[in-house]
């Protein structure tokens, strides 16, 4: 029998509907393993971390960009920072850009809470790492916790 596994899930904070629509597909293509929710800026996103409700489960990545209107990336990073130890769950960020500004990536590098700085467009085999990697996170605390 095959056991089915937990989906990883996964919140999109971007403005950009042409990138949200192109790495749905790069997921879709790639067979991730996913539960998608889209917020067009980081306000959104961290407003809905703040109350989370039964339709919006705790995350479990979140690829965030960095130039949103209303909250960009640095300042969702600086709300998350606060609420992050009331959250009880270790969400993995990773903060997509198509800036090559090394300010952007250094800045990035100085964040605890950043796993890493992934370039735009995202390359379906980096895609495909990453969600590798946040399922085995999903299966080690479902075994750990339960949940």
């Known amino acids: 029998m095959i056991e089915e596994e937990n989906p990883v899930s996964t919140w999109i ?6 990138y ?3 790495i ?9 393993n996913a539960q998608v929710s889209h917020f067009p800026n980081g306000l959104e996103a961290i407003n809905q971390l703040k109350n989370l409700s ?7 990545m979140i690829l965030l960009d960095i130039n949103m209107p209303t909250m960009d990336g640095w300042e969702f990073m600086n709300e998350f920072a606060e609420i992050k130890p009331r959250l009880g769950k270790e969400i993995t960020i990773y903060l997509v850009s198509s800036s ?9 590098k100085s964040i605890p809470g950043i796993t890493d700085y ?11 790492e990453i969600f590798a990697s946040a399922q085995q996170k999903v299966n080690e605390r479902i ?3 339960g949940t």
């Open 118 to 128: 992934i370039f735009k467009p995202v390359k379906g085999t980096h895609l495909t």
């Open 13 to 18: 904070v971007d403005d950009d509907p042409i």
């Open 24 to 32: 749905r597909k790069l997921m879709s293509i790639r067979g991730a």
């Open 54 to 60: 039964e339709s919006h489960q705790t995350p479990d």
């Open 20 to 22: 949200v629509y192109g």
């Open 143 to 145: 075994k750990k916790y």
């Open 100 to 108: 090559v500004d090394l300010n952007d990536i250094n800045r990035a």
